[in-house]
């Protein structure tokens, strides 16, 4: 057994309670992959929410096959839910939940890796006795506590509870990870996962310290040797952050998080302008972000990032990272409790 091991390792079946969550619109094939292989569980990110939703669920069928034939070991496909004025499921939402679902059920490998569905931005209450169904964990992101009590109650198996502090799309009331976490833990019964800020050890102990049973990590992921699916430019302007380099600014559905550039100056000079109408400026930072990965234009492009940007020093390498940040957190805790003297006998 490892020395990390708890309930959400075991309802996951991997051996460190390390996630890799979901960074679409960008492709996170090669990250997923090498994060499940180190012992984590990796994850699938959709491919756009502006995707048309047959092509959409098209390429999210194709990321599932291309990580399923990169690891033998679990992972999991994240699903932002939007919805419409009138409060219907986005259409292109739909299609990913409907192809996660077809894909367990057309491949008999797939079934026993895609063990995961963690849907993010809005819940999918109409779908949830289909993803329970299909026999999916189904794990939703909150920024709330009110969103984690309601996500319990509709009966998700593991809640993430994401801070302000987190990169890509961020929450509309900005609730830090050192808040939001033990609030949430204080709530919830199911496994709480934390998400916003993680990067190491030490941060994986205070986790476990605030009374979560892993982390979730976006952005120190991206600064790595294995990552194939974005250009080392990218990875590069991430090391180099400083505090003070990120910035909020509205995307899709409310704000998000990226570092601070030329492209994103432009895109606040956009919004304040009014020079754009909603579809297109959609489209427009859809391909900033596209561009930024692909291409390596970070100074134009949109780089979404969290905070943590400005504690991530170097570029690593998955395979050793993962069990080397459970060891060296399982190293601290045993450490911390042999400091404390042992309770006066009453
Ligand atoms: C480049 C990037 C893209 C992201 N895209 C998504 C997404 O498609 N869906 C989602 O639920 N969260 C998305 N996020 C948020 C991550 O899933 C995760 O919650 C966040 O990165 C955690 O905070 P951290 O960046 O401090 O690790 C994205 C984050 C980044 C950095």
Redesign the pocket.
Known sequence: MNALSNRLTELLGIEHPIIQ??????KTNSIAAAVSNAGGLG?V??PGMTKEPGRGSELLRDNIASVASLTDRPFAV?V?VGRDGSGVVLPVSEAYIRAVIEARRSDSAIERQLVAL?T??GFPGEFRDMIRDAGLIHMH?VGSTRHALKAQEQGVDVV?A?GY?????THASPVHTFVLVPNVTEAVSVPVVL?????DGRTLAAALALGASGV?????F?ASSDNTDWHPAYARKIVDAREGDDVVFPAVYGPAR?LRNAGVERLLEIVRTNEMTDAELIRWKDDGLIRAQETGDVDNGI??????SSGIHEVIDIADFVPTMAAEAAEILRRLAGAVSPAPVS
């Open positions: 969550e979901g960074m679409g619109p960008y994850t990110s959709m994240n932002p963690t993010s931005a992101k993430i994401s502090e987190m990169g890509g799309h998400s916003g800020g993680a990067r979730a990590m976006g952005t120190r991206i990226g780089m979404a990032a969290g905070q943590v």
